[in-house]
């Protein structure tokens, strides 16, 4: 069994697909008999990000981290974050010779372009130069990784996104679920400007609009769209349970690279509307009896009202946690110059 040390800027406090993709794979490894050592904000002291206090931002040395990583002598070495600490994870792996791979989670260019005035090419060539420096860096869709080719990255593989299907299932509907009249249109995620909630809360759309989780833009949006209900943060059967009793989940970013959100809606039986982008593309793409996709989001929405629940549930259960890990292992040993014997 292999010794692999994960590290990660994004880490909890946060509640994102980034956090919950690692703790899956983390979890389903050490099944496996990995032993497996975390380098994250928590490990060290931390000061959270101002105006998004969930984000901690690690106060530490490369010493200490380097130091952390050498008592542990790992086998191979995942950096998930262009972050702190894993740029002192990249560090530690050039200085010592050691193959590594990263993952590309966040459209970090995007994002920070929206808050601060940097060009998103100068961004990208800093986030290219990070990432092309390991022997593998992992992507969630083919889009992403056609994209991200164009763009210059190198030795890009797949790690796809699993689903808890116990967890995430469908449920009997209730006739008013938290008092509003159907067709239920919702919304999860964090609250903030680069998930592009305004693009859904402006729509003209009939029954009742919701939005579950919290963020830097949710006291904002509820004073401008006072008929929609904000809920702030759900977890575990809490969510399940909220995710099952919408008609349709709206996916109005078009950032993310992936939208682990969308596999648990579907998983509760619930058909998704979206953009045609990166992430919902990828999954409905081939499947539009699970949802709709459109560059309107509102003809998006009401075709997704006559999805099928089940077809919805179906294409959820395509997606686990087990053959998620067993792509990451294989691409982690790639990097390395280990290739598995195929299955």
């Not at 380098?39 to 000061?47: A, L, S, W, Y």
């Not at 006739?175 to 919304?187: S, V």
Request: with cysteine.
């Amino acid at each position: 069994m292999a010794r692999i040390t994960v590290v990660t800027d994004a880490w909890h406090p946060q509640v994102n697909g980034v956090v919950r993709s690692l703790e899956n794979t983390i979890e389903e490894m050490r099944r496996m008999g990995h032993e497996i050592m975390l380098v994250t904000p928590d490990k060290f002291r931390n000061i959270p990000l101002p105006s998004y206090p969930e984000i901690r931002i690690a106060l530490t040395r490369y010493k200490t981290v380097a130091a952390a990583i050498d008592r542990f002598q790992p086998s191979f070495v995942h950096i998930a974050t262009e972050g702190p600490l894993g740029f002192y994870a990249r560090r530690w792996c050039l200085s010592h010779k050691m193959p590594f791979s990263t993952s590309y989670h966040t459209r970090f260019p995007e994002y920070v372009s929206a808050r601060l005035p940097l060009p998103q090419s100068l961004l990208y060539s800093m986030v290219r130069w990070f990432h092309n420096a390991g022997n593998v860096c992992m992507v969630a869709t083919q889009s992403l990784e056609t994209e991200l080719s164009g763009r210059g990255f190198r030795n890009l593989m797949r790690w796809t996104r699993g689903i808890d299907p116990t967890l995430y299932a469908p449920r009997p509907l209730e006739e008013k679920p938290f008092g509003l009249t159907r067709p239920i249109f919702m919304q999860v995620g964090r609250v903030s400007v680069e998930k592009n909630i305004p693009a859904f809360l402006e729509l003209d759309l009939p029954g009742s609009k919701i939005v579950i989780g919290d963020g830097p833009d949710r006291e904002k949006l509820e004073r401008l769209y006072p008929d929609t209900l904000f809920i702030g943060s759900k977890f575990g059967a809490e969510l399940a349970e909220a995710y099952a009793q919408a008609d349709v989940f709206v996916f109005p970013s078009k950032t993310d690279t992936f939208g682990n959100v969308i596999l648990e809606a579907l998983a509760c039986g619930v058909p998704v509307a979206a953009y045609p982008v990166t992430g919902p593309a990828d999954i409905l793409g081939s499947h539009p009896e699970a949802g709709a996709l459109d560059e309107d989001l509102r003809t998006a929405c009401l075709r997704a009202l006559t999805a099928s629940r089940p077809a919805a549930r179906t294409l959820a259960e395509s997606f686990t946690w087990e053959a998620a890990t067993r792509q990451f292992l294989t691409n982690v040993m790639r990097a390395n110059g280990i290739t598995l014997p195929a299955e």
